[in-house]
C-alpha cells in the first residue's frame, strides 16, 4: 500500500509563488500533480518519472516546476506567477506499474 501527503496549498495573490511538497512512503516509479477546479476533470499538472521523464500541461510549462528526491521520497510542484485559473485541489499521485494513489489533496486559491 502507497500512501502519500501533501501539503503547501494556500492563499495568493495572482502573480504570485507557492510550493507544494508530497511524501510517500516508499519510492515510486512515477509521482505526479494533477488539480481539478470546481465543475471541472482533474488533469494532470506534471509528472516525474524516476528515471527523469518529463511532463507538464502546456498551461503551466514555464512557470511550473516539478522536482522529486528519491532518497527522501518526496516530489515537489514550485508554482510561480501564479494566476486565478490555476486555482483548484491539488492531488499528490504515485503510480508503481499496476495502479494509481492518491493523496487527501490541498487546496490552492488564487485571488485576483
Known amino acids: 500500500q502507497v500512501r502519500l501527503e501533501e501539503s503547501g496549498g494556500g492563499y495568493v495573490q495572482a502573480g504570485g509563488s507557492l510550493r507544494l511538497s508530497c511524501t510517500a512512503s516508499?519510492?515510486?516509479?512515477?509521482m505526479a500533480w494533477y488539480r481539478q477546479a470546481p465543475g471541472k476533470q482533474r488533469e494532470l499538472v506534471a509528472r516525474l518519472g524516476i528515471g527523469g521523464a518529463l511532463n507538464y500541461a502546456d498551461s503551466v510549462r514555464g512557470r511550473f516546476t516539478i522536482s522529486r528526491d528519491n532518497d527522501k521520497n518526496t516530489v515537489e510542484l514550485q508554482m510561480k506567477n501564479l494566476k486565478p485559473d490555476d486555482s483548484g485541489v491539488y492531488f499528490c499521485?504515485?503510480?508503481?506499474?499496476?495502479?494509481?494513489?492518491w493523496g487527501q489533496g490541498t487546496q490552492v486559491t488564487v485571488s485576483m
Open positions: 516508499s519510492r515510486i516509479e512515477y
Open positions: 499521485s504515485a503510480n508503481p506499474g499496476w495502479q494509481e494513489y
